[in-house]
T-cell receptor, first 112, second 112 residues
Framework: TQLLEQSPQFLSIQEGENLTVYCNSS?????LQWYRQEPGEGPVLLVT?????EVKKLKRLTFQFGDARKDSSLHITAAQPGDTGLYLC????????????FGKGTLLTVNP | DAGVTQSPTHLIKTRGQQVTLRCSPK?????VSWYQQALGQGPQFIFQ???????QRGNFPDRFSGHQFPNYSSELNVNALLLGDSALYLC???????????FGDGTRLSIL
């Protein structure tokens, strides 16, 4: 069974601070996605990382895929209240395995 | 361009009843996946439909069944509802089986 462990589970910070969220597994994934989910809504895809060691930037968000494609991190610079939400990582094993395996998520609260 | 739409948004049932949830995929998508998200958890894969067939199934009992129609829309049926079936049910669509998956806002199912 593939598992994705996210840490921390909860994070409450002040506006302007930096933060990093981690997503770890003992399994190799062909790609990994990061989603953000707000209350009452479905997850919204932020980024997909595919290549080991890959780094992608989306404005103040930086995503990294581990060299062995087993782990990933999300770094937010100068967090804003609009960044508040549940951040989920999801792994795709590829091939004929079509499901996404999700972590439990990191609930981020950015206080003004 | 309409995204993934799900209905109803909320539903209250009692134990032992049956429920049908509906999903229309994003325009141009041919594959529909269903996920269950319990409170405080990440989404868990139920099954995926492609070409009107169940292509892959997660670790859910036979009480959970589905269907895909020729227009690619899909239904999730749950029989003999249990209290533990209370959750947010998410539908995701994609072009072919893997990536990226786009999620609807879900149906919140409450079992009394």
């Amino acid at each position: 069974t593939q598992l994705l462990e996210q840490s921390p589970q909860f994070l409450s910070i002040q506006e302007g601070e930096n933060l990093t969220v981690y997503c770890n597994s003992s399994s190799v994934f062909s790609s990994l996605q990061w989603y953000r989910q707000e209350p009452g809504e479905g997850p919204v895809l932020l980024v997909t990382v595919v290549t080991g060691g890959e780094v992608k930037k989306l404005k103040r968000l930086t995503f990294q895929f581990g060299d062995a494609r087993k782990d990933s991190s999300l770094h937010i610079t100068a967090a804003q209240p609009g960044d508040t939400g549940l951040y989920l990582c999801a792994g795709d094993s590829g091939g004929s395995n079509y499901k996404l395996t999700f972590g439990k998520g990191t609930l981020l609260t950015v206080n003004p | 361009d309409a995204g993934v739409t799900q209905s109803p948004t909320h539903l209250i049932k009692t134990r032992g009843q049956q429920v049908t949830l509906r999903c229309s995929p994003k325009s141009g998508h041919d594959t529909v996946s269903w996920y269950q998200q319990a409170l405080g958890q990440g989404p868990q894969f139920i099954f995926q439909y492609y070409e009107e067939e169940e292509r892959q199934r997660g670790n859910f009992p036979d009480r959970f069944s589905g269907h895909q129609f020729p227009n690619y829309s899909s239904e999730l049926n749950v029989n003999a509802l249990l209290l533990g079936d209370s959750a947010l049910y998410l539908c995701a669509s994609s072009l072919t089986g893997n990536q990226p998956q786009h999620f609807g806002d879900g149906t919140r199912l409450s079992i009394l």
